[in-house]
Nanobody
């Protein structure tokens, strides 16, 4: 089972950018679809974006479409989430997670992902 570690969170002003990283501390990310999720205080965890391990297809939920970009670099064993034009409502703990190897995926649903990182805090505030 792959072990995931997120990094790159921080405190930024509205309109700023951040790039989150999801690295495999143990095992290879290559066969795993990877999803990004977030959880704001008092709210349920929600999907943000996902990337396929079969064809590199990418998926985004409506709140982030056009602002966030997911990518993977299998040579570096890392998946990235580039977040541009950040808004206060993007404030949350961001998690990456792995689905079953070579699974066919679409939009990220929490129930489809089995291995989770510890999360990284993103705060957008002026």
């Amino acid at each position: 089972q792959v072990q995931l570690v997120e990094s790159g969170g921080g405190l930024v002003q509205p309109g700023s950018s951040l790039r989150l990283s999801c690295e495999a501390s143990e095992g290879s990310l290559d066969p795993y679809p990877i999803g990004w999720f977030r959880q704001a205080p008092g709210k349920e965890r929600e999907g943000v974006s996902a990337i396929s391990s079969i064809d590199g297809g990418t998926y985004y939920t409506e709140p982030v479409k056009g602002r966030f970009t997911i990518s993977r670099d299998n040579a570096k064993n890392t998946v990235y989430l580039q977040m541009n034009n950040l808004k206060p409502e993007d404030t949350a703990v961001y998690y990456c997670a792995a689905a079953a190897p070579r699974a066919r995926i679409g939009l990220p649903w929490v129930k489809d992902y089995k291995s989770w990182g510890q999360g990284t805090q993103v705060t957008v505030s002026s």
